[in-house]
């Protein structure tokens, strides 16, 4: 069943990743730049509100996942495709069920999975985290 998170064109559940939790795509945006220019004279401070002087800053996206598997090479094959994936040059095209639109990302780092079974276990699963990047600046939305 798919899981509507896809990178580059590809469901994460090609790789057996479940994503649990993401966060970025709804974050707030952070204003980049001054917002604002105090005059010496007696006019005091002027806002920027034109658009084009408007400016955000790139979000964190995080993907916190899990990656399930039925045997060791299962697990480890499923695993070096992911970071073949994740580490080949370029931003990468993140896209998330809930939101509208595709993000261009940069793939900034990856935790080290942390395994809930053992080795000879039934099913191999693991949990982690991915995080990207938007490397642009958004202009505003006016």
Known sequence: MPSGYTID???MTEYGVKVIKSTG????????????????????????????????EGRDFYLYCLLIADTKAAFL??????????????????VVPYSAYSYE??????????????WNSDK???KFHLK?????PRRSYT
């Open 9 to 11: 064109g590809h469901d």
């Open 124 to 126: 191999i699963m693991a």
């Open 132 to 136: 990207f990047r938007e490397t642009t």
């Open 77 to 94: 094959t499923q695993w070096n495709a992911l970071c073949q994936r994740l580490q080949m040059t370029g931003l990468r095209t993140l």
């Open 25 to 56: 795509p709804f974050n707030f945006l952070k204003r980049k730049g001054e917002s604002s220019y105090s005059w010496p004279d007696a006019d005091g401070e002027e806002a920027f509100t034109d658009a084009d002087d408007i400016y955000f």
């Open 105 to 118: 990302l940069m793939y900034v780092e990856g935790s080290d999975p942390f395994f809930y079974t053992k």
